[in-house]
């Protein structure tokens, strides 16, 4: 029962990108499985021709620094 908590609870990935068709950068939160499966779309103008960005990215551990 603990792991099936753990797993819920468990962050996605977020991945960002810039449309090509409206210059506008958006983001969005996938599994690294469904990010190799689906070619993501702009939320603004539904274009497909985007480009990933780089993004920061935090980990997060259960041991103490």
Do not use: D, N, W
């Not at 506008?24 to 996938?30: H, N, Q, T």
């Not at 070619?39 to 993004?55: E, F, I, R």
């Amino acid at each position: 029962m603990g792991t099936e908590r753990a797993i819920e609870e468990a962050p996605m990935p977020h991945y960002e990108f810039l449309c090509l068709k409206c210059r506008k950068p958006f983001e969005l939160a996938m599994s690294i499985s469904e990010r190799q499966k689906i070619k993501p779309a702009c939320p603004k103008c539904k274009g497909t021709k985007v480009t990933p960005q780089l993004g920061s990215f935090m980990v997060q551990t259960a041991k103490k620094s």
